[in-house]
């Protein structure tokens, strides 16, 4: 790789703070269950089970984000700010009706929600209080991602680093108070959370007003454009999300062993995936402008060079996660046989990370260019086209752990054949603001 580029200024610059932003998610979360923890068992267990539900949800509608970076950051390129400023409208119309839907069906549906995912008896009726209460933030957790895509759309990256910091801080705070302050338990980490999500909400609704537009009314033709590409980006996240719940079940059936090491490598593998974010998002913005600003060479030249950062990027992952094979998972766990689950899977965890790697890039300067429809079909091909079916011949040959992860590592693959062969044929590549 060149030592130098001229755009690797500008990646950096729109990579370390979306890298900050995509830090402060776990870093609440972390904080969150602290803070719960201490409550006692039944209370950390039922938010272990209400957050993979409202987990699961916000991840499904982060289409409110990667979709409206790609259509405000043409129009940007392409020097159309009113035209984003409509979109940017038209993202927050869209995220408080879909948030006021999920909410609504959330809080009705919190009881069997939590049966599904696995919860009975005290926790589950814990769970499913703490999931009603929860559920009313949920407009503003997709207006905060609807405000994210505008934001990164016209290349300003540090005011969503600001926001979501400032409301986490302001989410531990209030939690403190009102879980031990005012002796509220479980109930107060919801209300605290659901404040502080409010409060967001408002800062980043008002970014998304003050954008510059002719009209903010709700326009029906840019309604289902966004919509129409947010099916396709829901489609790409579900199969994805799909195919890591299907390695858990599987998992499960081989025995706690071979899940709580998978788990240890998975969560890894979600902390070092915001690196790879971070970059990924930087080719988002820039691939999306270049192409709406009619710049083909430059929209190659710079996807080029984020990928090679990229690779990179993945070949010190791997590096460290082998030399780091016999210390990482003991920071987790001391059972023995986790332990020992953990360094079967280890190498294949490993040897994926520069595959992963170009997979991340690839996919982030697609979605720059719009390509979601083309990125729906090829993740659905590589969950259920290859992982489903090794890691089910996994779990009726009794492969254990490396069945599960070899299948994890085909679908990267598959992934990455699949996104790449459709960045060098340059089909992507089209110029100009949307009509």
Same mark, same amino acid.
């Given at each position: 790789?060149?030592r130098?580029?001229?755009y690797d200024r ?9 890298l ?9 979360l ?7 923890g ?6 950390l267990a039922?938010l272990a089970?209400?957050a993979a539900?409202l987990?699961?949800?916000?991840s499904l ?6 979709g409206t970076?790609a259509?405000?950051a043409?129009?940007?390129g392409a020097?159309e ?5 409509e979109?940017?409208?038209?993202a927050?119309?869209l995220?408080?009706?879909i948030?006021?839907?999920l909410?609504a069906?959330?809080?009705?549906l ?8 696995g919860?009975?008896g005290?926790?589950a ?16 957790a997709l207006?905060?991602?609807?405000a994210?895509?505008y934001?990164r759309?016209v290349?300003d ?8 910091v400032v409301a ?8 403190l108070l009102?879980v031990y ?10 209300a605290?959370t659901?404040l502080?999500?409010?409060g967001?909400?408002v ?9 510059p537009?002719r009209?903010?009314?709700p326009h029906a033709e840019?309604l289902?454009?966004l ?12 199969s ?6 299907i390695?858990g079940?599987v998992l499960a059936?081989e025995?706690?062993d ?5 788990q240890v490598?998975f ?6 995936a915001?690196?790879l ?8 913005v ?7 600003a009619?710049?083909a060479?430059?929209?190659m ?11 990179v ?8 996660l082998l030399?780091l094979e ?8 001391s059972?023995p046989?986790?332990?020992a689950r953990a360094?079967?899977? %280890? ?5 994926m990370?520069?595959?992963?790697a170009l ?8 979605l720059?260019a719009?390509d ?6 090829a993740?659905?091909?590589s969950?259920f ?5 090794i890691a089910?011949?996994?779990?009726h040959?009794?492969w ?5 992860w %070899? ?7 598959a ?5 790449g062969a459709?960045?060098l ?11």
């Open positions: 790789m060149r130098r580029s001229p500008e990646i950096m610059r729109l990579a370390v703070p979306a900050g932003a995509l830090a402060a998610e776990p870093l609440y972390l904080a969150d269950t602290a803070i719960v201490h409550l006692g068992t039944p209370q039922a089970l209400a539900v987990g699961a949800v916000v509608c982060n289409f409110l984000t990667y970076t259509m405000v043409r129009l940007h020097g700010d009113e035209r984003a400023g979109i940017a409208a038209q927050l119309w995220a408080l009706g948030g006021t839907v909410a069906t959330v809080a009705a919190a009881d069997p929600l939590m049966a599904l995912v919860g009975s005290h926790v009726d814990l769970a499913a209080r703490y999931l009603r209460l929860s559920a009313l933030g949920l407009p503003c207006v905060a991602l609807a994210q895509g934001l759309g290349g990256l540090r005011s969503p680093l600001v926001v979501v986490n801080v302001i989410n531990i705070v209030l939690e009102f302050g005012f002796q509220w338990g479980l109930d107060g980490s919801a605290g659901v502080a999500q409010l967001m909400g800062a980043f609704a008002a970014y998304l007003l003050r954008a537009a009209s903010r009314r840019l289902r454009r919509t129409r590409m947010g099916s396709h980006i829901v489609v790409r996240t579900g994805l999300l799909l195919a890591f719940v390695a079940a059936r025995g706690a071979s899940l709580g090491a998978h490598a969560q890894l593998f979600i902390f070092l915001l690196v974010d971070a970059i990924a998002i930087a080719g988002q820039l691939v999306g402008r270049m192409l709406g009619g710049r060479a430059d929209a030249a710079a996807a080029r060079r984020m990928c090679a950062w990229a690779l990027a993945g070949c010190a992952m791997a590096s460290g030399v016999d210390v990482l998972p003991r920071v987790f766990t059972d046989d986790v332990i360094h079967e899977l %280890w190498p294949l965890f490993a040897l990370q520069p595959i992963g997979v991340f890039a690839l996919d982030g300067i697609l720059g719009g979601t429809r083309y990125l729906a079909y993740m659905a091909f969950a086209g290859v992982f489903v079916p089910l011949l996994s779990l040959q009794g254990g752990v490396q069945g599960v %070899w299948g994890i590592d085909a679908l990267m693959v992934r990455l054949l699949t996104i459709r960045f044929g340059r089909r992507w590549v089209v110029l100009g603001a949307p009509a």
